[in-house]
């Protein structure tokens, strides 16, 4: 029986890029029936502010795998992206974009550079938890959470199993984020274990980058969180020469879309003048998906000698390299004339029979003791010249509990008892409270409760609180800086 799948032909260049697509696709023989959705611009203007309409989810949830073309989001106005907005709602925990260098046809500094970026895809600061607690100071919520990190670095093992791969490079910056990128690099090591076969190495995330600019063929799999990833793809595919030409996919346990990495290209749309590149390698990434694999190989192998023969959209053609320059259109022709052919000079795609489905187990996490062992309770105070001495004595001043004031920080630096006078301050203040050293009682969340009546009482604007917790005796929460 025939795949049925959704799509999407998009805003922009999207309907130029996917008709051609589409052509190559029917051309090489894939096993598909296609069902088209409107999502993106024309939706958003009809009023629905999502940019997706129920209809279209239903089509999406009865077909499982999804074919967008890119969509332009329209700045402001409470318009929520269909991007993000699909991503999380058909959980597609996982973000694959391959990298690799197609020189000396797409000019790239690295020749042999050829990896694949595996990110974390509904967590991290992409929960978009944002909140204004002072004139001066705005917060947003990073959220790990361990079996969300957990599922990314298993697909990241098996993908790496799957296709070949030698070696995983986790990126974090757990030398400043120790309890949650410090959580998916000890889960990562944990994880690196139960895989013997794959060389496994950690990278801070700064150099990390720097090396993907100037080393990136030392790189296989790298696996690594939301945001981090979403900025380490750009600098892959720039480094590759080849932003116009990336595919990526995005998948979950049931659910898979696949998309071309760059945006609609307003500036060229109607054109007919788009390389079709992108997405077309979204399309082959989601017949490797679907276990249609020698039609894959088809399709990529006569797209590679396309590239080699020199037929070039103008994005990539240069006098020196290209023969001829082409539109999307007759891209897609040449193409489709070339299936059946490999390239001479390019490294040919060569896909085994075996489907590519990865199903991801996670070990469920024993519960731990949970103990509270302290609060932060956070402050808007602007008073005094903001003198952290005089806010700290009269935090002091509070009527007597179990709790005591250890600590006042500023933007997560101690400022209180014996800061830096040299210390800039803003109107944010966190003050740390934890049990006096003579009460041998555990703390009961009502403490908090009076701690804050006191709070109130002095007319000391609390705007939040973050209770501290030991779990199994092991602190769940960072330290100030200097206490
Ligand atoms: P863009 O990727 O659309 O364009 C950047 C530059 O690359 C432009 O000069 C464009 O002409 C060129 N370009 C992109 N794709 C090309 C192709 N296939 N062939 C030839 N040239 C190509 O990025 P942008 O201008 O920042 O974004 C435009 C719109 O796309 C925005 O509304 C953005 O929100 C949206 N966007 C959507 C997606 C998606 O749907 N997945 C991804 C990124 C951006």
Redesign the pocket.
Known sequence: MKQRITVAK?D??GPE?MDATIKILKAAGADLEYDFIEIGKKVYQAGEKSGISQQSWNNLRKNKIFLKA????PQGGGYKSV?VTIRKSLSLFSNVRPCRAYTPYVRSHFPKMDLVIIRENEEDLYAGIEHQQTNEVIQCLKLVSRPGSERIIRYAFEYALAYNRKKITCMTKDNIMKQTDGMFHSLFDEIAAEYPGIETEHRIIDIGAAMIAGRPEAFDVIVTLNLYGDIISDIAAEVAGS??LGGSANVGENFAMF??I???????AGKGI???S?LLNGAILMLVHLGQNKVAEKIENAWLKTLEDGIH?G?IFRKDMSFKRVGTDEFAEEVINRLGQKPLDLTPASFDETGRQIHIITKPESAKVKELVGVDVFLDWNENDRNPEILGKIIDKLPATHLKLKMITNRGVKVYPDGQPEIFCTDHWRCRFVLTETSNHRIAQNEIIHLLQNFASAGLDFIKTENLYNFNGIRGYSLGQGE
């Open positions: 998009g922009g260049i890029i890119p969509i332009t989001t991007n932003v116009g998309e071309a760059h945006g609609s290209a307003p500036d060229i788009a390389n079709p992108g959209t994005d």
